[in-house]
């Protein structure tokens, strides 16, 4: 969207509106594939009803089935793999782009022209690309190829130029951001990247918070870093898959669920408060009713803060799918719903904890629910992936997104929390130039 706009290019999210539509894919797991089939389905009819000429498909599916877009939906009329993301602006326009290198791997930096699609008080930095990891469910490193990372002063450049514009908070992402440095010679590289961009110099207070951390690269050094710096929110997204040791040596993880109880009870002492998220995988080849009964059990030993559950899906380009045992999809989807419906409990037992205690929290805006009712979030519920918090008396002072202010919360429910606002706002300095919305196709 950056290139496009700096181009001259109008950017639009109304697809009737458009002349050219882009479509950004996912094709990790089947959902994601089958949304966004649908999709270039759906955006193909402004061909013949809208004024659109031209549809572009973009992302990861394309690296996965070129030849079948190609061969099945005559009405594409342009691919834009994830590593060809510079052509964009002469496939929307209709040019045949120059030759590049084909083993060219796209890194974007912070000169990159860019257009924010989330709300102006949040954004996203991605400080690195690709992945070594060898883990056998995942397809990642075959369509975004090995692990790169951004250069630090990049990140850092990036990161102050979001700030200075009124970005309140910046999450921090990448296939693995704790891996981020080692291919530059950095140790402790995404420690040193924390307390940099926790340095840096705003008008209001700010929130940086990292996703998808590798579990045997969360280091000392990184918890006393998150613990030494108040801007660094007391947050960890550790996606650990699975308990069963035979079930991990499968995924070629390792490890075992003795050793992430040690992992997390170190992590809370040192980060006391801190909320730990996680995901897991239901129905991994082999996963005997055993295994699975052993990660019941942990997770019940973990008290997870957030916990999120994937069914196994078989992708025929991974590793796992040539393993034995496979899970039928009935079991998998018991044994997901009864996994959640312990996390269910387990949240909001924590939640009711939480009640009568204040916190500061991050306005947000409006619900998708009803525009009467507006919701924030506490530093430790990131972003459309977590609860949030609605806000039942905002006060005496108007509500604007991108405030951060003081909750009492009163009410617990499963993962969300309601909550009254105590304080006024800190006047913002934002500056006021209208921001562009765009969405294109999927996330």
Same mark, same amino acid.
């Given at each position: 969207?950056?290139?496009?706009?700096?181009?001259?290019?109008?950017?639009?999210?109304?697809?009737?509106? /458009?002349?050219?539509?882009?479509?950004?894919? @996912?094709?990790?797991?089947?959902?994601?594939?089958?949304? !966004?089939?649908?999709?270039?389905?759906?955006?193909?009819?402004?061909?013949?009803?809208?004024?659109?000429?031209?549809?572009?498909?973009?992302?990861?599916?394309?690296?996965?089935?070129?030849?079948?877009?190609?061969?099945?939906?005559?009405?594409?009329?342009?691919?834009?793999?994830?590593?060809? +993301?510079?052509?964009?602006?002469?496939?929307?326009?209709?040019?045949?782009?120059?030759?590049?290198?084909?083993?060219?791997?796209?890194?974007?930096?912070?000169?990159?022209?860019?257009?924010? !699609?989330?709300?102006?008080?949040?954004?996203?930095?991605?400080?690195?690309?690709?992945?070594?990891?060898?883990?056998?469910?995942?397809?990642?490193?075959?369509?975004?190829?090995?692990?790169?990372?951004?250069?630090?002063?990049?990140?850092?450049?990036?990161?102050?130029?979001?700030?200075?514009?009124?970005?309140?908070?910046?999450?921090?992402?990448?296939?693995?951001?704790?891996?981020?440095?080692?291919?530059?010679?950095?140790?402790?590289?995404?420690?040193?990247?924390?307390?940099?961009?926790?340095?840096?110099?705003?008008?209001?207070?700010?929130?940086?918070?990292?996703?998808?951390?590798?579990?045997?690269?969360?280091?000392?050094?990184?918890?006393?870093?998150?613990?030494?710096?108040?801007? +660094?929110?007391?947050?960890?997204?550790?996606?650990?898959?699975?308990?069963?040791? /035979?079930?991990?040596?499968?995924?070629?993880?390792?490890?075992?669920?003795?050793?992430?109880?040690?992992?997390?009870?170190?992590?809370?002492?040192?980060?006391?408060?801190?909320?730990?998220?996680?995901?897991?995988?239901?129905?991994?080849?082999?996963?005997?009713?055993?295994?699975?009964?052993?990660? @019941?059990?942990?997770?019940?030993?973990?008290?997870?803060?957030?916990?999120?559950?994937?069914?196994?899906?078989?992708?025929?380009?991974?590793?796992?799918?040539?393993?034995?045992?496979?899970?039928?999809?009935?079991?998998?989807?018991?044994?997901?719903?009864?996994?959640?419906?312990?996390?269910?409990?387990?949240?909001?037992?924590?939640?009711?904890?939480?009640?009568?205690?204040?916190?500061?929290?991050?306005?947000?805006?409006?619900?998708?629910?009803?525009?009467?009712?507006?919701?924030?979030?506490?530093?430790?519920? /990131?972003?459309?992936?977590?609860?949030? @918090?609605?806000?039942?008396?905002?006060?005496?002072?108007?509500?604007?997104?991108?405030?951060?202010?003081?909750?009492?919360?009163?009410?617990?429910?499963?993962?969300?929390?309601?909550?009254?606002?105590?304080?006024?706002?800190?006047?913002?300095?934002?500056?006021?130039?209208?921001?562009?919305?765009?969405?294109?196709?999927?996330?």
């Amino acid at each position: 969207m950056g290139q496009l706009a700096a181009s001259g290019h109008e950017l639009t999210p109304h697809p009737a509106e /458009a002349e050219v539509i882009v479509v950004n894919t @996912c094709s990790f797991i089947d959902p994601a594939k089958q949304e !966004s089939v649908d999709t270039i389905l759906e955006m193909a009819e402004y061909k013949k009803v809208g004024r659109a000429k031209r549809l572009i498909v973009a992302g990861c599916l394309v690296e996965r089935f070129r030849g079948e877009i190609q061969q099945k939906l005559p009405e594409v009329d342009a691919l834009v793999g994830t590593n060809e +993301l510079e052509k964009i602006t002469a496939l929307c326009e209709g040019v045949e782009p120059s030759a590049e290198d084909p083993f060219k791997l796209y890194l974007y930096h912070d000169a990159t022209p860019r257009v924010l !699609s989330t709300p102006r008080h949040y954004a996203y930095i991605k400080i690195a690309e690709g992945c070594d990891h060898p883990c056998t469910f995942c397809v990642i490193p075959q369509y975004r190829g090995k692990f790169r990372s951004r250069r630090f002063e990049s990140v850092i450049s990036e990161a102050t130029r979001l700030f200075s514009q009124g970005v309140r908070e910046i999450n921090l992402i990448g296939q693995d951001t704790t891996c981020y440095g080692e291919d530059l010679g950095l140790k402790d590289g995404l420690a040193l990247l924390l307390a940099r961009l926790a340095s840096i110099e705003t008008e209001h207070p700010k929130w940086v918070r990292f996703l998808y951390a590798y579990p045997n690269k969360v280091t000392q050094k990184l918890l006393d870093t998150i613990a030494e710096h108040q801007a +660094l929110v007391k947050y960890i997204d550790m996606p650990l898959q699975h308990s069963s040791g /035979a079930v991990l040596k499968r995924m070629k993880r390792g490890a075992n669920g003795d050793i992430f109880l040690k992992l997390i009870e170190r992590v809370r002492r040192t980060i006391p408060g801190i909320a730990i998220r996680t995901s897991m995988i239901a129905g991994f080849p082999g996963e005997t009713e055993a295994d699975f009964e052993e990660l @019941c059990e942990f997770v019940k030993a973990a008290q997870f803060d957030r916990l999120g559950v994937f069914a196994y899906s078989d992708e025929d380009s991974s590793a796992s799918f040539a393993l034995d045992g496979k899970v039928g999809a009935k079991e998998i989807y018991n044994r997901k719903r009864r996994l959640m419906a312990i996390q269910r409990t387990i949240s909001r037992t924590r939640n009711r904890e939480l009640v009568g205690r204040e916190f500061p929290v991050l306005v947000d805006g409006p619900s998708s629910d009803s525009e009467l009712v507006w919701q924030a979030r506490l530093a430790t519920q /990131a972003p459309s992936i977590d609860g949030v @918090c609605y806000i039942s008396d905002p006060g005496e002072h108007p509500l604007e997104a991108g405030q951060i202010r003081r909750m009492r919360i009163t009410k617990a429910h499963d993962y969300d929390l309601t909550g009254e606002l105590l304080d006024a706002p800190v006047p913002s300095s934002r500056p006021t130039q209208p921001q562009v919305l765009v969405q294109l196709g999927t996330r």
